[in-house]
Nanobody, 116 residues
Framework: QVQLAESGGGSVQAGGSLRLSCVAS????????MGWHRQAPGKQRELVAS???????TYADSVKGRFTFSRDIAKDTVYLQMDMMKPEDTAVYYC??????????WGQGTQVTVSS
């Protein structure tokens, strides 16, 4: 069964950058859509960025112009480049895959903390 594993989280000061990675392993992986979600303490999980296998990435308004989603199909890896980070970006970040019509495969999450 395919598993997703995130890495690259950590602590950064406001205005700084981090790059998250998510690697798929455990089998043939052909998701319809890949995405990055985040969940801050006391808040609902939100979709930050996503990209269909064919098509452009889309972003939440809160990160547009600051975050960039990219994908290396050959390595079964997706990335989230986060620049000009803000304290409100603090959250656990999850990568996930749509197989069919649902976000059906999730990583374990990686903590991102942005200090002011």
């Amino acid at each position: 069964q395919v598993q997703l594993a995130e890495s690259g989280g950590g602590s950064v000061q406001a205005g700084g950058s981090l790059r998250l990675s998510c690697v798929a392993s455990g089998g043939i992986f052909r998701p319809d859509i890949m995405g990055w979600h985040r969940q801050a303490p006391g808040k609902q999980r939100e979709l930050v960025a996503s990209k269909p296998i064919f098509g452009d990435a889309t972003y939440a308004d809160s990160v547009k112009g600051r975050f960039t989603f990219s994908r290396d199909i050959a390595k079964d890896t997706v990335y989230l480049q986060m620049d000009m980070m803000k304290p409100e970006d603090t959250a656990v970040y999850y990568c996930a895959a749509v197989i069919g019509s649902n976000w059906s495969i999730w990583g374990q999450g990686t903590q991102v903390t942005v200090s002011s």
